[in-house]
């Protein structure tokens, strides 16, 4: 029977704190509500990617300068570090408007999810990582997500402006809307989480 290594459970405890700030929009804390509740049940079939690509390079300076911090993001940084070795891994290659490198520079943390730390298809928790200047791809997909940011970082949705919600903020997108993001001169680093 599976059971949940304590470094995960860590992390999913503070995710789930981060997840319900008031920098988050009402329907974003909601969804995670939903999420973390589903999270609450360990469930992992032992399906791992275990491709690394060029942009998890960036990770360890990305964390650097959040390990010291002693909010919330700085043990959210300290527990991904940990976490590093086992995180399941995946990028995208399909999208509009993205930058013309996008690919190699972006990549995705996948902890409790399809291929992640702990495998499941109910839920994912997980992050995104872009290099500096990247532009991610306009997509959208069934589930509603919800984002908090570790670094600073643009996002876009619908034909919207560009905005920041700031460090420790956050954004929800709902059902199948088109959205995006983008970094500025800094990796950006964001957690997010969609309810299957």
Request: hydrophobic share 35%; net charge negative.
């Amino acid at each position: 029977m599976y059971q949940r290594p304590e470094d995960l459970e860590l992390f999913i405890r503070v995710a789930r704190d981060l997840f319900q700030a008031k920098t988050l929009p009402e329907a974003g804390r909601q969804l995670a509500a939903k999420v973390f509740q589903r999270l609450d049940q360990p469930s992992d079939d032992g399906k791992r990617n275990s491709a690394r690509y060029p942009a998890c390079d960036l990770l360890a300076s990305t964390l650097a300068p959040l390990l010291d911090d002693t909010s919330g993001l700085g043990d959210a940084a300290r527990a991904i570090r940990i976490l590093e070795p086992a995180i399941g891994w995946q990028r995208r290659t399909t999208g509009l408007n993205g930058s013309t490198d996008y690919v190699e520079k972006h990549v995705h943390g996948m902890i409790c999810g399809p291929g992640g730390m702990e495998s499941r298809y109910d839920v994912q928790l997980g992050f995104s990582l872009l290099a500096p200047h990247t532009r991610y791809p306009d997509h959208h997909h069934p589930p509603e997500e919800a984002y908090v940011l570790l670094t600073a970082g643009e996002f876009r949705q619908r034909d919207g402006d560009w905005f920041d919600p700031g460090i420790g903020g956050g954004l929800h997108n709902t059902r199948n809307s088109m959205h995006a993001m983008r970094s500025g001169t800094t990796p950006l680093l964001a957690l997010w989480c969609l309810l299957v």
